[in-house]
């Protein structure tokens, strides 16, 4: 399991380490996993901690409000089935492996168009920017604009085609979130929370089961979906092409008359 200081952990939640401090001493975070000398290291429950906070926040709770509920809910409840509740709803499915870079490098890498390009992915959570530091959130992903690049496709073009397409995926996820949470309300009514360590336990698995049925139903079908469109667009291409391969032999041959 990963650890953290306290500085990289708020850094991973985007939050700071004043705001980690209040929370623990507000008893909204548990207490440090260990200690590194006089440093105290934090884990992965921690970091979901601060997620499930921040997302309360964010829907106008106050920490107040949220001590409350915590402690409430947790109180009489397995340690273990209560994490793994709150890992399968505030754990990142995608796997980042962030990367800091220059604005001066990114500048050099991108071009003149580097600033707005920089905001477009700023705006899809792809890169963060703090000064004149830019964070990449999404390696991989601009690894392969960075190739198709070098095939001369251009990287606004390139960023706007992942734009749509994350457009449906939103869409897809609205479905089976949607899905999970009219299974839940319909089960047991709006507002309900699980309260033995078995519903915890199975709601963990729902969800954990919903989430690997919406990785596996998009990468099948976006595969299949792919295989089919790539057939019909190279027919289509391929008859273009032979059409105009006549008329260069039809106009070779009415010039060599």
Same mark, same amino acid.
């Given at each position: 399991?990963?650890?953290?200081?306290?500085?990289? @952990?708020?850094?991973?939640?985007?939050?700071?380490?004043?705001?980690?401090?209040?929370?623990?001493?507000?008893?909204?975070?548990?207490?440090?996993?260990?200690?590194?000398?006089?440093?105290?290291?934090?884990?992965?429950?921690?970091?979901?901690?601060?997620?499930?906070?921040?997302?309360?926040?964010?829907?106008?709770?106050?920490?107040?409000?949220?001590?409350?509920?915590?402690?409430?809910?947790?109180?009489?409840?397995?340690?273990?089935?209560?994490?793994?509740?709150?890992?399968?709803?505030?754990?990142?499915?995608?796997?980042?492996?962030?990367?800091?870079?220059?604005?001066?490098?990114?500048?050099?890498?991108?071009?003149?168009?580097?600033?707005?390009?920089?905001?477009?992915?700023?705006?899809?959570?792809?890169?963060?920017?703090?000064?004149?530091?830019?964070?990449?959130?999404?390696?991989?992903?601009?690894? =392969?604009?960075?190739?198709?690049?070098?095939?001369?496709?251009?990287?606004?073009?390139?960023? =706007?085609?992942?734009?749509?397409?994350?457009?449906?995926?939103?869409?897809?996820?609205?479905?089976?979130?949607?899905?999970?949470?009219?299974?839940?309300?319909?089960?047991?009514?709006?507002?309900?929370?699980?309260?033995?360590?078995?519903?915890?336990?199975?709601?963990?698995?729902?969800?954990?089961?919903?989430?690997? @049925?919406?990785?596996?139903?998009?990468?099948?079908?976006?595969?299949? =979906?792919?295989?089919?469109?790539?057939?019909?667009? @190279?027919?289509?291409?391929?008859?273009?092409?032979?059409?105009?391969?006549?008329?260069?032999?039809?106009?070779?041959?009415?010039?060599?008359?």
């Amino acid at each position: 399991m990963p650890r953290y200081r306290i500085d990289d @952990l708020a850094r991973a939640a985007g939050t700071t380490s004043r705001n980690v401090r209040a929370y623990q001493e507000r008893g909204l975070l548990p207490p440090p996993a260990a200690k590194d000398g006089r440093a105290s290291i934090y884990d992965d429950s921690h970091l979901e901690r601060l997620r499930l906070i921040d997302a309360l926040l964010q829907r106008g709770f106050t920490t107040a409000h949220i001590s409350d509920f915590i402690t409430s809910w947790e109180t009489g409840k397995d340690l273990t089935e209560v994490l793994g509740l709150q890992h399968a709803v505030t754990a990142n499915w995608s796997q980042e492996q962030p990367f800091e870079v220059s604005r001066e490098l990114l500048t050099t890498i991108l071009g003149a168009q580097s600033e707005e390009l920089v905001e477009k992915l700023r705006r899809m959570d792809l890169v963060r920017t703090d000064g004149d530091t830019v964070t990449i959130t999404d390696t991989q992903l601009l690894t =392969s604009f960075t190739e198709l690049h070098e095939y001369g496709i251009d990287l606004g073009t390139l960023i =706007s085609v992942y734009a749509e397409v994350a457009t449906r995926i939103d869409d897809i996820s609205g479905i089976l979130i949607r899905a999970a949470k009219k299974h839940i309300v319909d089960e047991h009514g709006p507002g309900w929370l699980p309260d033995t360590n078995e519903e915890i336990a199975e709601t963990t698995r729902m969800l954990n089961t919903m989430r690997e @049925l919406g990785v596996a139903a998009v990468h099948s079908s976006l595969a299949r =979906s792919l295989d089919a469109t790539l057939a019909r667009e @190279l027919g289509d291409y391929l008859a273009t092409a032979a059409e105009r391969e006549r008329e260069r032999k039809a106009d070779s041959a009415e010039r060599g008359r």
